[in-house]
T-cell receptor, first 113, second 109 residues
Framework: DAMVIQNPRYQVTQFGKPVTLSCSQTLNHNVMYWYQQKSSQAPKLLFHYYDKDFNNEADTPDNFQSRRPNTSFCFLDIRSPGLGDAAMYLC????????????FGPGTRLTVL | GQQLNQSPQSMFIQEGEDVSMNCTSSSIFNTWLWYKQDPGEGPVLLIALYKAGELTSNGRLTAQFGITRKDSFLNISASIPSDVGIYFCAGQGSNDMRFGAGTRLTVKP
């Protein structure tokens, strides 16, 4: 089945220790998104890639970076995680921007100790 | 970012009852999407609406794209325990997609 896969599902890191979350897709979609979701809140868009074009949201902290080495994979790097970065991180894809629905992965729950 | 106005925030209903939730915005949208999120999982797309006035069903779920393009509702008929979860609306405009704050649904058997 075509899908969006996120690894790991649960990640524990220490305060200040860099962490990388990964997302892959078998849908061959052009656009990949990273969202941060805190408890009982709506997902908040961090950035997205349209093909190789990176688009950062204005309020995304510099601490968050992303890489998309090819169509299928996208990574979220948190350079120096703080306690406030503990959240669910969701990857999503869409065929095109803003005209097609987004499909979400199962998420990675990040804990910062 | 800005959010849509989604209501109600939470609902407690008896199994078998019908449910209705809605989203409104001051902005016009081109697409309305409804997602369901179970605890510890990502949102799952339930229904996508592409045209003003469109009414679409998916099993016991029915959603409508408001004629003004500024609102949408989702109805669930004959609720069952597995309908429990958080329902999010999302509106796609020309520049971004915005989410509602979610409606938490609890179904009592």
């Amino acid at each position: 089945d075509a899908m969006v896969i996120q690894n790991p599902r649960y990640q524990v890191t220490q305060f200040g220790k860099p962490v990388t979350l990964s997302c892959s897709q078998t849908l061959n979609h052009n656009v990949m998104y990273w969202y941060q979701q805190k408890s009982s809140q709506a997902p908040k868009l961090l950035f997205h890639y349209y093909d190789k074009d990176f688009n950062n949201e204005a309020d995304t902290p510099d601490n968050f970076q992303s890489r998309r080495p090819n169509t299928s994979f996208c990574f979220l790097d948190i350079r120096s995680p703080g306690l406030g970065d503990a959240a669910m991180y969701l990857c999503a894809t869409s065929r095109e921007k803003l005209v097609n629905e987004q499909f979400f992965g199962p998420g990675t729950r990040l804990t910062v100790l | 970012g800005q959010q849509l106005n989604q209501s109600p925030q939470s609902m407690f209903i008896q199994e078998g009852e019908d449910v209705s939730m809605n989203c409104t915005s001051s902005s016009i949208f081109n697409t309305w999407l409804w997602y369901k999120q179970d605890p510890g999982e990502g949102p799952v797309l339930l229904i996508a609406l592409y045209k003003a006035g469109e009414l679409t069903s998916n099993g016991r779920l029915t959603a409508q794209f408001g004629i003004t393009r500024k609102d949408s509702f989702l109805n669930i008929s004959a609720s069952i325990p597995s309908d429990v979860g958080i329902y999010f609306c999302a509106g796609q405009g020309s520049n971004d997609m915005r989410f509602g704050a979610g409606t938490r649904l609890t179904v009592k058997p």
